[in-house]
């Protein structure tokens, strides 16, 4: 995987007037708008079960701060219904889910994203109960910003190059008149690479990604 900072290096080749910090702040922005949808790529998974991790639940409570690193919940899902009611309407609870192939059983809830320094929030329609090892709480993971060139990029490898094009319009784009800027290339752009951490590679056909880079203007003037 390239390192931030061969991201930099490639980017200072074409635009060389600007200093690495001021190229690593215009990356953190794209990302930023990269990540203001949620994708499926940003879903926090237990890497010892393979499964989101369990929210832990009291009965008699309700309402629920999520962990710092959730920027919004999917949904909570259980394997299998709770068969203990504590209304009448507690049977409409539970819709089927799939998730992985699998069948699970969603969770009647309300939600509230992650705002500045207001971390997000769940609210279970029903009691929960007290569990451990009950619900699964699908979230989507807040973004790290990237601060300094040892924070890897939080993309694959094949999107990379995207990234560098994109920067390089933003910081092009300020050396000119307001109008210069596109920003259906920005736009274009951060689609291709939500594509990709949704649904796999958005490649051509036939070619790799360094293939890719060559071919598209930009890099072609600039770093051959």
Not at 43 to 63: E, F, K, N, S, W
Not at 164 to 189: C, Q
Request: charged share 20%; glycine share 4%.
């Amino acid at each position: 995987m390239p390192s931030t900072s061969f991201n930099v290096s490639r980017i200072k080749n074409a635009v060389g007037n600007y200093s690495r910090q001021q190229i690593l702040d215009t990356m953190d922005e794209l990302l930023q708008i990269i990540y203001s949808e949620n994708t499926m790529s940003s879903i926090v998974i237990d890497p010892a079960t393979g499964m989101p991790p369990y929210l832990i639940t009291t009965a008699g409570t309700r309402h629920y701060t999520c962990p710092a690193n959730c920027r919004e919940t999917s949904s909570i899902f259980v394997e299998r219904p709770i068969r203990q009611y504590s209304s009448s309407q507690s049977r409409a609870m539970y819709t089927e889910y799939i998730f992985r192939n699998a069948r699970y059983y969603k969770v009647a809830i309300t939600s509230t994203p992650a705002l500045i320094n207001t971390l997000a929030t769940v609210t279970f329609i029903d009691d929960p109960g007290t569990t451990t090892d009950k619900y699964f709480h699908e979230y989507f993971r807040v973004y790290t910003a990237l601060t300094d060139e040892t924070i890897q990029i939080p993309l694959p490898e094949e999107v990379h190059w995207l990234l560098r094009k994109g920067v390089i319009h933003l910081l092009r784009g300020e050396n000119y008149s307001s109008g210069m800027l596109d920003e259906s290339v920005i736009d274009n752009i951060a689609k291709k690479i939500r594509n990709k951490l949704n649904k796999g590679d958005q490649a051509r056909a036939n070619t790799t990604p360094i293939q890719e880079e060559y071919l598209d203007a930009d890099f072609h003037n600039d770093y051959y």
